[in-house]
Protein backbone atom coordinates (compact mmCIF):
# COMPACT_ATOMS: atom_id res chain seq x y z
CA UNK A 1 0.00 0.00 0.00
CA UNK A 2 0.91 3.34 -0.70
CA UNK A 3 1.61 5.77 2.29
CA UNK A 4 2.70 9.35 3.05
CA UNK A 5 4.71 10.66 5.61
CA UNK A 6 4.23 14.81 7.07
CA UNK A 7 7.07 16.21 9.18
CA UNK A 8 7.95 19.34 10.24
CA UNK A 9 5.09 20.07 12.32
CA UNK A 10 6.09 22.03 15.14
CA UNK A 11 4.95 25.26 18.02
CA UNK A 12 5.89 28.57 16.63
CA UNK A 13 5.21 32.18 17.75
CA UNK A 14 2.72 34.24 15.61
CA UNK A 15 4.52 35.84 12.95
CA UNK A 16 7.05 32.78 12.66
CA UNK A 17 7.58 30.45 10.06
CA UNK A 18 7.32 26.30 8.92
CA UNK A 19 8.25 24.29 6.34
CA UNK A 20 6.23 21.02 6.07
CA UNK A 21 6.99 17.95 4.01
CA UNK A 22 5.25 15.31 2.28
CA UNK A 23 7.22 12.40 1.15
CA UNK A 24 6.74 8.43 0.31
CA UNK A 25 8.57 5.41 0.39
CA UNK A 26 5.83 3.64 -1.83
CA UNK A 27 4.56 6.29 -4.19
CA UNK A 28 6.30 8.11 -6.61
CA UNK A 29 5.11 11.84 -5.81
CA UNK A 30 5.03 13.28 -9.36
CA UNK A 31 2.54 11.29 -10.71
CA UNK A 32 -0.17 12.11 -8.18
CA UNK A 33 -2.30 15.51 -7.45
CA UNK A 34 -0.31 16.72 -4.32
CA UNK A 35 -2.59 18.72 -1.48
CA UNK A 36 -2.11 19.57 1.92
CA UNK A 37 -4.77 19.58 3.97
CA UNK A 38 -5.39 20.39 7.89
CA UNK A 39 -8.15 20.22 10.40
CA UNK A 40 -8.70 22.36 13.79
CA UNK A 41 -10.09 20.95 16.93
CA UNK A 42 -13.93 21.03 16.50
CA UNK A 43 -13.38 21.78 12.67
CA UNK A 44 -13.60 20.39 9.09
CA UNK A 45 -11.20 19.21 7.25
CA UNK A 46 -10.01 21.64 4.38
CA UNK A 47 -7.63 22.21 1.80
CA UNK A 48 -5.25 24.31 2.11
CA UNK A 49 -3.02 24.42 -1.00
CA UNK A 50 -2.52 21.71 -4.16
CA UNK A 51 -0.07 21.41 -6.73
CA UNK A 52 -0.65 19.81 -9.80
CA UNK A 53 1.28 16.71 -11.40
CA UNK A 54 3.88 18.53 -13.09
CA UNK A 55 4.33 20.61 -10.89
CA UNK A 56 2.67 23.99 -13.04
CA UNK A 57 -0.42 25.05 -11.33
CA UNK A 58 -0.66 25.69 -7.13
CA UNK A 59 -3.73 26.96 -5.72
CA UNK A 60 -4.85 27.92 -1.90
CA UNK A 61 -7.23 28.73 0.04
CA UNK A 62 -7.81 33.09 0.53
CA UNK A 63 -6.56 32.74 3.87
CA UNK A 64 -3.50 31.41 3.21
CA UNK A 65 -3.14 33.08 0.05
CA UNK A 66 0.56 35.16 0.21
CA UNK A 67 1.99 33.40 3.10
CA UNK A 68 1.69 29.82 1.91
CA UNK A 69 4.04 27.86 -0.88
CA UNK A 70 3.81 24.56 -2.35
CA UNK A 71 6.53 23.14 -4.17
CA UNK A 72 7.98 20.01 -5.53
CA UNK A 73 11.01 18.23 -5.26
CA UNK A 74 10.79 15.06 -7.09
CA UNK A 75 14.63 14.63 -7.10
CA UNK A 76 13.79 14.04 -3.17
CA UNK A 77 10.58 12.70 -3.89
CA UNK A 78 8.79 15.87 -1.61
CA UNK A 79 6.32 17.69 -1.62
CA UNK A 80 6.57 20.98 0.65
CA UNK A 81 4.50 23.56 2.25
CA UNK A 82 6.33 26.72 3.46
CA UNK A 83 4.20 29.07 6.13
CA UNK A 84 5.46 32.32 6.59
CA UNK A 85 3.53 35.04 8.77
CA UNK A 86 1.49 32.20 10.56
CA UNK A 87 -1.19 33.13 12.53
CA UNK A 88 -2.62 31.61 15.86
CA UNK A 89 -5.73 30.16 13.24
CA UNK A 90 -3.51 28.55 11.39
CA UNK A 91 -3.49 26.07 14.42
CA UNK A 92 -4.14 22.62 12.98
CA UNK A 93 -3.00 19.12 12.19
CA UNK A 94 -1.63 19.15 8.78
CA UNK A 95 -2.10 16.03 6.57
CA UNK A 96 -0.71 15.42 2.77
CA UNK A 97 -3.12 14.30 0.62
CA UNK A 98 -1.94 12.03 -3.01
CA UNK A 99 -4.64 11.41 -5.63
CA UNK A 100 -4.31 10.75 -9.46
CA UNK A 101 -6.35 13.77 -10.05
CA UNK A 102 -8.04 16.96 -9.21
CA UNK A 103 -11.04 14.57 -8.38
CA UNK A 104 -9.74 13.07 -5.09
CA UNK A 105 -10.43 9.61 -6.00
CA UNK A 106 -8.57 7.78 -4.60
CA UNK A 107 -6.82 9.43 -1.42
CA UNK A 108 -4.08 8.71 -0.20
CA UNK A 109 -3.31 10.10 3.18
CA UNK A 110 -0.09 10.84 6.05
CA UNK A 111 -0.85 10.67 9.48
CA UNK A 112 -0.68 13.99 9.64
CA UNK A 113 1.96 16.69 11.91
CA UNK A 114 0.55 18.92 14.38
CA UNK A 115 1.13 23.09 13.84
CA UNK A 116 0.88 24.85 17.05
CA UNK A 117 0.91 29.20 16.50
CA UNK A 118 0.88 30.72 20.05
CA UNK A 119 2.95 33.28 21.69
Known amino acids: QGQLVESGGDLVQPGGSLTLSCTSSGMDLKSYVIGWFRQAPGKERELVAD????????DYRDSVKGRFTISRDNAKNTVSLQMNSLKPEDTAVYYCCASPSFNWRPQYWGQGTQVTVSS
Open 51 to 58: IDIGGTNT
